[in-house]
């Protein structure tokens, strides 16, 4: 059914699906259901095509409400309306099925291929894993919500007393509207009359921390195994995964592990998720890189079971646990349906009643940004520096050891060209000294495996780790800068000093949820780097320790000449 709407930021259309729209034109759009965050309707020259569906607000017809005119509510928004379903008539076939394609599959026909997009914005009607919003109730049997009624906030549109408000960012693709933060900062939230799960944040020696998961486990992942089905005609790689509190493996391909880091990147926006191994189009069943991926998750694994509140997340739970093909079916979309993402998440959280300065925090945010800059740029320079060394152990360490040793050979055999003077003893000697650097090469070639792999594989999940840091820092810079807007016009008077403090509480939020990341990572790092540094050393005085040996029974062939 179409509405009518009024355009509240100003959009350029970039391609032949979308139109432009200019700020308060009028608009007709044809579903006020969105998909994946886009509307389709009318500007008011005749254009027909797509636009962002928190660009607009939906113009709601008279109700029975003490309004006097009109409800505007923003497009793709649940508004007063909890019966909320998407209507799949008026939707096309290819958008039908970004919604429903995977909720019958067998959970072994995943797409390999497959990557899940996300839209966090609170505004958009898009919800988990790009599926429609559905009724606003648990899928838990035990826990029921109930979404408290609309309250507009007093800075809002509607709100003439003030004549001002804080602004919204103007860029709506932007990590910091996307992910909800803007939204839970500024009120724009509606509460949850109860919440299923809890995060708490305490306060320790070095600063705010996640409260550690009461019942702590490993998990290892083994044993990959080559796998076909439909006659051979498709084939995957399955590894056994068996954490440590249930002792019962499981089965899992690397597309369930995709599926599981997307649920974790919609959900918890201010945690670091560790990056999975990278995806591979030709040689995925080759040994090395069979060998490399299995060691990769190994460490993801070890990063998310290590971690206070990703261990604690029911979806990575249910990865863990779920053997049958319907319960995982079920789980899945409970996943996928879960609210509690975006801004709602962050009603999750329990924080201290320790006052903090904001300027305090802001400091101590900013000196962190330094710090994982110049780390990222040294762990990018030893990463270079480790591939580099295993080029050269793998081609010219070894080619210039096997030219030594054929070098050697050579006197050798120019040494029993003339028998009379030949000694049989020293051409032995001379001849096994040139095998033995030919071997040396060969363990140089080998060496890498042992040390260099596995460094180059930490390095590659830190890089993974530091590289999400600038976005959820920039959720804290716009948090920052929501409080000093609204302090700023609350001394101006032109908002009461409550809602000021009120934006200022819920950035407290999101400053100790940040707090407790860094915390958790320089705990990591440390314990990390360490084992890293340690492991490395180890392997290289082995392996220098072998080679002495070689060198050491060498060198005892000419004592008996």
Same mark, same amino acid.
């Given at each position: 059914m179409?509405?009518?709407?009024?355009?509240?930021?100003?959009?350029?259309?970039?391609?032949?699906?979308e139109i432009?729209?200019?700020?308060?034109?009028?608009?007709?759009?044809?579903?006020?259901?969105? @998909?994946?965050?886009?509307?389709?309707?009318?500007?008011?020259?005749?254009?027909?095509?797509l636009?962002?569906?928190?660009y607009?607000?939906?113009?709601?017809?008279?109700?029975?409400?003490?309004?006097?005119?009109c409800?505007?509510?923003?497009?793709?928004?649940?508004g007063n309306?909890?019966?909320?379903?998407?209507?799949?008539?008026?939707?096309?076939?290819?958008m039908?099925?970004?919604?429903?394609?995977?909720?019958?599959?067998?959970?072994?026909?995943?797409?390999?291929?497959?990557?899940?997009?996300?839209?966090?914005?609170h505004?958009?009607?898009?919800g988990a894993?790009?599926?429609?919003?559905?009724?606003?109730?648990?899928?838990?049997?035990?826990?029921h919500?109930?979404?408290? #009624?609309?309250?507009?906030?007093?800075?809002?549109?509607?709100?003439?007393?003030?004549? +001002?408000?804080?602004?919204?960012?103007?860029?709506?693709?932007?990590?910091?509207?996307?992910?909800? @933060?803007?939204?839970? @900062?500024?009120?724009?939230?509606p509460?949850?009359a109860?919440?299923?799960?809890?995060?708490?944040?305490e306060?320790?020696?070095?600063?705010p921390q996640?409260?550690?998961?009461?019942?702590?486990?490993?998990?290892?992942?083994?044993?990959?195994?080559?796998?076909?089905?439909f006659?051979?005609?498709?084939?995957?790689?399955?590894?056994?995964?068996? #954490?440590?509190?249930t002792?019962? #493996?499981?089965?899992?391909?690397y597309?369930?592990?995709?599926?599981?880091?997307?649920?974790?990147?919609?959900k918890?926006?201010?945690?670091?998720?560790?990056?999975?191994?990278?995806?591979?189009?030709?040689?995925?069943?080759?040994?090395?890189?069979?060998?490399?991926?299995?060691?990769?998750?190994?460490?993801?694994?070890?990063?998310?079971?290590?971690?206070p509140?990703?261990?604690?997340y029911?979806?990575?739970?249910?990865?863990?646990?779920?053997?049958?093909?319907?319960?995982?079916?079920?789980?899945?979309?409970r996943?996928?349906?879960?609210?509690?993402?975006?801004?709602?998440?962050?009603?999750?959280?329990q924080? #201290?009643?320790?006052?903090?300065?904001?300027?305090?925090?802001?400091?101590?945010?900013? +000196?962190?940004k330094?710090?994982?800059?110049?780390?990222?740029?040294?762990?990018?320079?030893?990463?270079?520096?480790?591939?580099?060394?295993?080029?050269?152990?793998?081609?010219?360490?070894?080619?210039?050891?096997?030219?030594?040793?054929?070098?050697?050979?050579?006197?050798?055999?120019?040494?029993?060209?003339?028998?009379?003077?030949?000694?049989?003893?020293?051409?032995?000697?001379?001849?096994?000294?040139?095998?033995?650097?030919?071997?040396?090469?060969?363990?140089?070639?080998?060496?890498?495996?042992?040390?260099?792999?596995?460094?180059?594989?930490k390095?590659?999940?830190?890089?993974?780790?530091?590289?999400?840091?600038?976005?959820?820092?920039?959720?804290?810079?716009?948090?920052?800068?929501?409080?000093?807007?609204?302090?700023?016009?609350?001394?101006?008077?032109?908002?009461?000093?409550?809602?000021?403090?009120?934006?200022?509480?819920r950035?407290?939020?999101?400053?100790f949820?940040?707090?407790?990341?860094?915390t958790?990572?320089?705990?990591?790092?440390?314990?990390?780097?360490?084992?890293?540094?340690?492991?490395y050393?180890?392997?290289?005085?082995?392996?220098?320790?072998?080679?002495?040996?070689?060198?050491?029974?060498?060198?005892?062939?000419?004592?008996?000449?």
């Amino acid at each position: 059914m179409s509405v009518k709407a009024k355009a509240i930021y100003t959009f350029q259309s970039e391609n032949k699906e979308e139109i432009s729209i200019q700020e308060n034109e009028e608009l007709l759009i044809f579903d006020e259901n969105s @998909v994946d965050g886009w509307l389709q309707g009318e500007n008011s020259r005749g254009e027909r095509g797509l636009f962002p569906a928190s660009y607009v607000e939906i113009i709601r017809p008279r109700s029975n409400s003490n309004l006097t005119d009109c409800s505007i509510s923003p497009a793709g928004s649940l508004g007063n309306d909890s019966s909320y379903f998407p209507s799949t008539p008026n939707t096309p076939l290819h958008m039908q099925q970004s919604y429903y394609d995977d909720d019958d599959d067998d959970w072994d026909d995943w797409d390999d291929s497959s990557t899940v997009v996300e839209d966090d914005d609170h505004r958009k009607s898009a919800g988990a894993n790009g599926h429609a919003h559905q009724s606003p109730h648990s899928n838990n049997p035990n826990v029921h919500y109930r979404a408290k #009624p609309y309250m507009e906030r007093q800075d809002s549109i509607s709100s003439s007393r003030k004549g +001002s408000m804080v602004g919204r960012n103007l860029n709506r693709f932007s990590s910091f509207v996307r992910s909800g @933060v803007e939204a839970f @900062v500024l009120g724009d939230v509606p509460m949850m009359a109860k919440i299923a799960e809890s995060y708490t944040i305490e306060m320790g020696p070095k600063g705010p921390q996640w409260k550690e998961n009461p019942q702590p486990f490993s998990c290892s992942i083994e044993d990959p195994t080559k796998q076909t089905k439909f006659k051979g005609i498709k084939t995957y790689i399955s590894y056994r995964v068996t #954490p440590s509190h249930t002792g019962r #493996p499981v089965y899992r391909r690397y597309k369930h592990f995709d599926w599981l880091y997307n649920r974790l990147l919609h959900k918890f926006t201010v945690i670091s998720v560790p990056h999975l191994p990278e995806k591979q189009a030709t040689g995925r069943f080759e040994e090395d890189f069979i060998e490399k991926r299995k060691r990769r998750l190994i460490l993801w694994m070890n990063h998310m079971t290590s971690h206070p509140v990703l261990s604690q997340y029911e979806g990575f739970e249910h990865f863990l646990m779920c053997a049958d093909d319907k319960q995982w079916k079920l789980g899945k979309r409970r996943a996928e349906k879960d609210e509690m993402v975006g801004a709602h998440f962050m009603l999750t959280f329990q924080i #201290p009643n320790e006052h903090q300065d904001l300027q305090d925090v802001e400091e101590r945010v900013d +000196s962190f940004k330094s710090f994982t800059k110049k780390m990222d740029d040294s762990v990018m320079q030893l990463t270079h520096v480790a591939s580099e060394l295993v080029r050269k152990h793998l081609g010219g360490f070894r080619k210039e050891f096997q030219r030594l040793g054929n070098a050697f050979q050579s006197i050798s055999q120019a040494f029993m060209l003339e028998p009379p003077h030949c000694s049989d003893a020293l051409n032995n000697a001379i001849s096994h000294t040139g095998r033995t650097y030919e071997n040396i090469g060969e363990m140089f070639a080998e060496q890498p495996k042992y040390d260099l792999f596995h460094m180059l594989d930490k390095l590659s999940l830190y890089q993974g780790l530091l590289a999400n840091f600038p976005d959820i820092i920039h959720l804290q810079k716009g948090a920052f800068a929501k409080v000093k807007e609204s302090q700023r016009m609350s001394d101006e008077g032109k908002m009461d000093q409550d809602e000021a403090d009120g934006i200022r509480k819920r950035c407290r939020t999101v400053g100790f949820a940040l707090q407790a990341e860094m915390t958790h990572f320089h705990r990591r790092r440390e314990v990390d780097f360490k084992d890293m540094m340690q492991a490395y050393l180890s392997e290289q005085i082995a392996f220098y320790q072998r080679v002495v040996q070689q060198l050491e029974r060498t060198l005892r062939m000419y004592d008996s000449l």
